[in-house]
């Protein structure tokens, strides 16, 4: 099975359903030739879309993702690359303490060194990380119009806003930012009613869904056992084929985050082939409302009032 394709919004960018997150690549251990397996792996299911951040591995991932793409860069017009700005951490000995940084240097100099690590000359997607207590809206969409008027960025977005938020940079930029990146799963459910993912139906942008499984929680806390035993149940169900070594459950997961009318892109937070195969097959299940809403519940310990 190779993965669907979609829209982030009417005026582009086109990313795969599923996408390959790159935060923890370096607890992969991988060499640059492991990681180019790796990537052809994925590109060759479908998973094309790429999230990276400035920050991840303490600043390391995108030069060590770079490395490998160095290795063949035909690779890269197979994929669309995404990485955010605006996270400043201690890993920089410059940072005496973990902050944001929102202003329109920072955006510019980091999306600069993300394509010198990453070594491409554009991002197809950037994104402002967190929100910033001390964001200013038209310094940011200064930034946005600065780096895509060069060519740099093909697009803009932003991750972690609420709806509000998100509403105040769109009214400062000339083109539309294409998506919100949230965490969206069982485990969390906040953005499902508090407007946030209404805005992105409303505005027909598709969000994308970081830790749909919890970062891995899903699996071992004992406060989820009911959730497991649910999700275990509704495989049985849904008929989802027994794969050599893969955790199923972890499918069912991510049919209940595509099955939200908004539409999100979930991210795949595991370099492990067999756990990325079982992310793709996911698309073919296909859930009730019932079994929708009964995920919720076991998840929430409680039923709907
Ligand atoms: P996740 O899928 O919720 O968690 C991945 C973790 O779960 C890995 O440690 C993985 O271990 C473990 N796991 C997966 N399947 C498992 C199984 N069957 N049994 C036991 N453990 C299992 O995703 P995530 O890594 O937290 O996030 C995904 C991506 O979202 C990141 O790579 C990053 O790109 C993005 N992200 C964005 C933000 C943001 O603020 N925008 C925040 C966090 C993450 P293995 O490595 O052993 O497979």
Same mark, same amino acid.
């Given at each position: ?7 982030? #919004? ?14 923890? $690549? ?14 052809? *792996? #994925?590109?060759?299911?479908?998973? @094309? @879309? ?8 303490? *600043? ?10 160095? $290795? ?15 996270? =400043?951490? @201690? &890993?920089?000995?410059? #940072?005496?303490?973990? #902050?944001?940084? +929102? ?16 070594? +491409?000359?554009?991002?197809?997607? $950037? ?18 119009? @600065? ?13 972690? %806003? ?12 000339? %083109?539309?930012?294409? +998506? ?28 994308? !869904? ?13 406060? *989820? &056992?009911?959730?497991?035993?649910? $999700? ?21 997961? *991510? ?21 990325? &195969? !079982?992310?793709? !097959? ?15 519940? !076991? =998840? ?6």
């Amino acid at each position: 099975m190779s993965v669907s394709r979609l829209p982030l #919004h009417p005026e582009g960018p086109t990313f795969s359903r599923l996408i390959m997150g790159y935060w923890r $690549l370096m607890e992969w251990q991988l060499s640059p030739s492991a990681l180019l397996d790796l990537m052809k *792996y #994925h590109l060759d299911l479908g998973v @094309t @879309t790429i999230d990276h951040a400035d920050i991840y591995g303490g *600043y390391q991932c995108e030069q060590a993702f770079g490395e490998a793409l160095r $290795l063949d860069p035909s690779l890269r017009n197979r994929m669309e690359i995404v990485s955010k700005c605006g996270i =400043a951490l @201690t &890993a920089k000995p410059e #940072h005496a303490l973990n #902050h944001y940084n +929102t202003g329109k240097a920072h955006i510019i100099a980091s999306a600069e060194a993300s394509l010198q690590k990453l070594g +491409t000359d554009h991002l197809d997607l $950037l994104l402002i990380h967190r929100p910033d207590p001390l964001m200013d809206a038209d310094e940011i969409a200064d930034a946005f119009i @600065t780096l895509k008027q060069a060519g740099k960025i093909k697009h803009a977005g932003v991750s972690n %806003f609420t709806a509000r938020q998100f509403e105040l940079l769109q009214s400062r930029l000339p %083109f539309p930012l294409v +998506t919100n990146q949230l965490e969206i799963s069982p485990l969390n459910q906040s953005t499902t009613l508090d407007g946030t993912l209404d805005q992105c139906q409303q505005l027909r942008i598709k969000p994308m !869904a970081w830790s749909c499984l919890g970062g891995g929680r899903l699996f071992q806390a004992p406060e *989820y &056992a009911p959730l497991r035993a649910e $999700l275990e149940q509704i495989r049985h169900e849904v008929g989802v084929e027994q794969i050599e070594q893969i955790e199923q459950i972890e499918q069912v997961v *991510y049919a209940w985050v595509m099955m939200l009318p908004s539409q999100p892109l979930p991210l795949i937070g595991s370099g492990k082939r067999e756990r990325i &195969a !079982a992310a793709v !097959a996911s698309q073919s299940i296909v859930l009730s409302r019932q079994q929708w809403f009964r995920i919720r519940k !076991a =998840a929430l310990g409680y039923d709907v009032p």
